[in-house]
């Protein structure tokens, strides 16, 4: 027996009781439940849509906070899920076709002059290519539409991703930085004292890791 609409409307207001954070979570239990409810009403239960509810919840969701375990589980294996593909996305670009344009930057790196116009012109380029992914996928990533009050766990993970790349801008300029310019010993970690070769060695990084994350909000958001 299928259930009625007001049937499905009621299971859908008990869901949102729970205060599930994260959509795509949400929508998995929802389908769920409504699959196990109308597994049972097909194989004879006629009973209440609240008491069916009740029961599929106390047999498959056990505890005071029924989806409390599915939730941490369903987080950690994506949270393995995005790494193992983080990972993969880097392997594929780190091939024998990136090697020159490497090798290419570090040659370059050995005869840039030591000046403060070019340091700051590198950390601006560093910059530039760590705002890229963020941006790519802020844009891409409002597709992925969620209810009230959610948000979007696969939205949420890629851009962590994508935003490493910041994270190590802002751990140059604003704490090794700062250290070295209040710490006189450590005047040397200032990133404006770093060889030219060092940016390049960075640039190397950020092309690889910036084209593994726009890869991976592809691969995650299902752009064509």
Known sequence: MILT???ITWVIDKL????????EIYDELKDHLLTAIENLREAGDDRSVEMLFDEVVKQQFPGYWPFEDI???????????????MWANMQYYCNWQTAPL???LLVIGFYLPHTKPVMGSLLVSLLLMAVIPLVYTYRNGRRISTGKGRQSLIKGYVFNQANLLMIIINLLLNGI??????????????PMHYHPVVY???FSFFIIYGLSC???????FKIA
Not at 177 to 190: T, V
Request: aromatic share 12%.
């Open 16 to 23: 949102n009781t729970y205060g599930i954070k994260y959509q």
């Open 102 to 104: 490497i090798v290419l």
């Open 5 to 7: 609409t007001d049937e």
């Open 200 to 202: 390049m060695l960075l």
């Open 214 to 220: 726009i890869r991976l909000c592809r691969q995650e």
């Open 71 to 85: 939730l941490k589980q369903y987080q950690v294996a994506y949270r393995h899920k995005i790494g193992k593909a």
């Open 177 to 190: 930085g700062a250290l070295s310019r209040q710490w006189d010993a450590a005047a040397f970690l200032n």
